[in-house]
């Protein structure tokens, strides 16, 4: 089944920037080509690699806490003595 153009009955459809007003952040309108009429909507940033960043930020701050903690097991410790 091929998709066509509700409007126009048009099958081909090409992808449109656009920034619509009181969104926080541009999308894409997947739109016909004849007649531009929006047919779906798909966000401008991607998702995958969004959260692909996040989890490299994640593992970098999972590695500076683990780098920390035994310091601060440490020195806990060591107040933990002086307090005897
Ligand atoms: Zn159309």
């Known amino acids: 089944m091929v998709s066509k153009c509700g409007k126009c009955g048009w ?3 090409e992808l449109a920037e656009v ?3 009181g969104a926080n952040f ?3 309108f997947v739109q016909c080509v ?3 009429t929006p047919v779906g909507v798909v966000p401008f940033y991607d998702l ?3 959260i692909k960043a996040l989890e490299k930020e994640v593992k970098k701050i999972e590695a500076q806490i683990n780098m920390a903690l035994p310091t601060l097991d440490h020195n806990i410790r060591v107040i933990a003595q002086k307090l005897k």
């Open 11 to 13: 099958m081909n459809f």
């Open 48 to 50: 995958h690699t969004s």
């Open 34 to 36: 004849s007649c531009g």
């Open 19 to 21: 920034a619509p007003v």
């Open 26 to 28: 541009k999308m894409y």
